[in-house]
């Protein structure tokens, strides 16, 4: 009886594993169908990792615009789901899942539809766009679900918006809000110009045939009139709801610049005012004159974006992306913010493990 108990107690920790390596694999599976559907096919990309699953497609303007997930091999105890902004790719938030990554979480860092695209005319004129967003944050978050037990959402500027309004839909399986330069409000002249009737009819005929390919290989080289104008329709619906009583009651990190003209800070400061949990607020002083775009970038990034600064003028304030000046204490208030509010961090076995992507400080160490 001794010897049949202990064989099955040493057989449960590997019928264990193999269960939980087993839903990984499904929700892989379950990504790449979702992008089948979206962008048509699918090619094998050509830059592997174990710990990074990619889904790459000929339509994308490069790999770098591919949606991915970062992974330990199994479930782990906390999952982030971190969407782009407009206009541009997975590419900006490559470094901050990393951070997540590397404190244990599994990334999951999706495409939106219309972006990373060679030709995204069709798609930033589709009147159903901002649904489109909407109902792929319901997709991506659905799949995300047995790859941890707690999930945080958010995302860079337009992906915050859409985390914050995919909370006040279903707050139901979101334990936190990770923001960064989150879209919660934009300049007076587009707010303005929202309210206008037919603008969006004239913002499509302003579009024109839209570019995709400019000095950014990561990011389309102007945003789309009526893209910001679908935008703008999520903040309001946001806005709308908590002003009718909708109160934020997980706990939120949010980053943002007081010099981001294109996201205004007042946005974000009136969510945290609708916000019940303990926050962690990293506001970027004017001094910095840090731009909207650069917020989540840090000096590997920029150097990897190869931009094309004959193509622009370099005179232009935000017109060359830059990196952010204070990226190192952005990053070390999110890792206080994930200590207090996880229970499980990193492992000394995922310590071990090589880095999906180099961190500010490994760049800074090569550097010298």
């Known amino acids: 009886m001794l010897k049949w108990t202990v064989l099955l107690f040493g057989l449960l920790p ?4 193999s269960a939980w390596a087993s839903q990984p694999e499904a929700t892989f599976s379950a990504f790449k169908k979702l992008y089948e559907q979206e962008l048509g096919s699918v090619t094998p990309c050509s830059t592997r990792s174990a710990e990074r699953f990619t889904v790459c497609s000929a339509s994308l303007r490069n790999e770098g615009n591919a949606p991915f997930i970062l992974h330990h091999g199994k479930p782990t105890d906390n ?14 938030l490559q470094a901050i899942a990393a951070v997540l990554y590397d404190n244990g979480f599994t990334v999951v860092v999706p495409l939106l539809p219309g972006h990373g695209l060679r030709q995204a005319d069709a798609d ?92 950014n290989p990561y990011k389309y080289p102007a945003v789309a009139g009526f893209a910001g104008l679908e935008l703008m329709d999520i903040i309001d619906a946001i806005r709308t709801r908590l002003d009718d009583g909708a ?76 990196a952010n000046p204070l990226y190192r204490q952005m990053v070390f208030m999110l890792q206080a913010f994930i200590n207090a509010n996880t229970q499980n961090g990193a492992t000394t076995l995922d310590n071990n493990r090589p880095r999906p992507y180099i961190s500010y400080d490994d760049f800074n160490d090569a550097a010298k």
Not at 286 to 306: F, I
Request: aromatic residues 10%; hydrophobic residues 40%; negative net charge.
């Open 247 to 322: 109160r934020i009651q997980v706990p939120m990190f949010v980053a943002h610049s007081q010099a981001d003209h294109t996201t205004p800070i007042r946005g974000v400061k009136s969510l945290l005012t609708h916000a019940d949990a303990t926050n962690t607020f990293f506001e970027i002083d004017e001094e910095y004159d840090l731009c909207h775009a650069d917020l989540p970038l840090n000096r590997k990034l920029v150097a990897d974006m190869h931009f094309n600064t004959s193509e622009v003028n370099a005179q232009e304030r935000c017109a060359v992306p830059k």
């Open 79 to 92: 999952v982030a789901i971190l969407f782009h902004g407009l206009s541009d790719s997975p590419y900006f």
């Open 124 to 215: 930033m004129q589709d009147s159903q766009l901002a649904q489109r967003w909407q109902q792929h944050v319901d997709k991506v978050l659905e799949l995300a679900k047995p790859l941890g037990k707690k999930h945080f959402i958010g995302g860079f500027s337009t992906g915050g918006a859409l985390a914050v309004d995919q909370y006040l839909d279903t707050p139901e399986g979101i334990d936190g809000l990770l923001l960064f330069s989150g879209a919660l409000a934009l300049s007076e002249n587009a707010e303005t110009m929202w309210k206008i009737w037919g603008i969006k009819t004239l913002a499509k005929w302003i579009d024109g045939d839209y570019q995709t390919h400019g000095p």
């Open 14 to 17: 590997m019928l264990a594993l």
